[in-house]
């Protein structure tokens, strides 16, 4: 069964770096996403991507953070400059369609720990 | 803004027990789904409702969607130390488009004790 991959697994960072956490999207899936979820708290949506450009964002993702569809297949989260808060689990999601009705496939996450 | 809901936090019980974890929202909700997450694990789909009053079984899960489309739950029959991890409620948001994101609920953690 196709799957949404992630890399790096764990990533550790000094505060003030940049870190650029990759997915690579199930293959034939058009709308792409980006949630975190801070240790024992819930998953928080950051932003999504579609047609190469941002759809929808949340207030937590300001401008330290950015995304990018450098290829045809990976779709990368960039953190300008890292924050003790930003340690988190990041999850990539994709959809075929993105519509209300479908359903939202995970990758398996990167844990980011900023120190 | 949209928020969803969950209750309890923690469930702790003994294998064979049943559980149950809710999920409410202030404003109609155009579906909810449902996810596992294991310990270390990231969310796994397991259902998505629809229909106002759905129900949907899936062995010994139940799930329910209110008939105001306002609530859900998750019902868990004869736990097994397989069902331990946090199950969270999660709703789509969009804004008059077609594309939805997710809002998740903070999630009941399940442990059982064997």
């Known amino acids: 069964e196709p799957e949404v991959t992630q890399t790096p697994s764990h990533q550790v960072t000094q505060m003030g770096q940049e870190v650029i956490l990759r997915c690579v999207p199930i293959s034939n899936h058009l709308y792409f996403y980006w949630y975190r979820q801070i240790l024992g708290q819930k998953v928080e949506f950051l932003v999504s991507f579609y047609n190469n450009e941002i759809s929808e964002k949340s207030e937590i993702f300001d401008d330290q953070f950015s995304v990018e569809r450098p290829d045809g297949s990976n779709f990368t989260l960039k953190i300008r400059s890292t924050k003790l808060e930003d340690s988190a689990m990041y999850f990539c999601a994709s959809t075929y369609t993105g519509t209300v009705q479908e359903t939202q496939y995970f990758g398996p996450g990167t844990r980011l720990l900023v120190l | 803004g949209q928020q969803v809901m969950q209750i309890p936090q923690y469930q702790h019980v003994q294998e064979g027990e049943d559980f149950t974890t809710y999920c409410n929202s202030s404003?109609?909700?155009?579906?909810i789904q449902w996810y596992k997450q294991r310990p270390g694990g990231h969310p796994v789909f397991l259902i998505q409702l629809v229909k106002s009053g759905e129900v949907k079984k899936q062995k010994r899960l139940t799930f329910q969607f209110g008939e105001a489309k306002k609530n859900s739950s998750l019902h868990i029959t004869a736990t097994q130390t397989t069902d331990v991890g946090t199950y969270f409620c999660a709703s789509l948001m969009n804004y008059g488009g077609s594309q939805g994101n997710l809002i998740f609920g903070k999630g009941t953690k399940l442990s059982v004790k064997p």
């Open positions: 404003t109609t909700l155009s579906n």
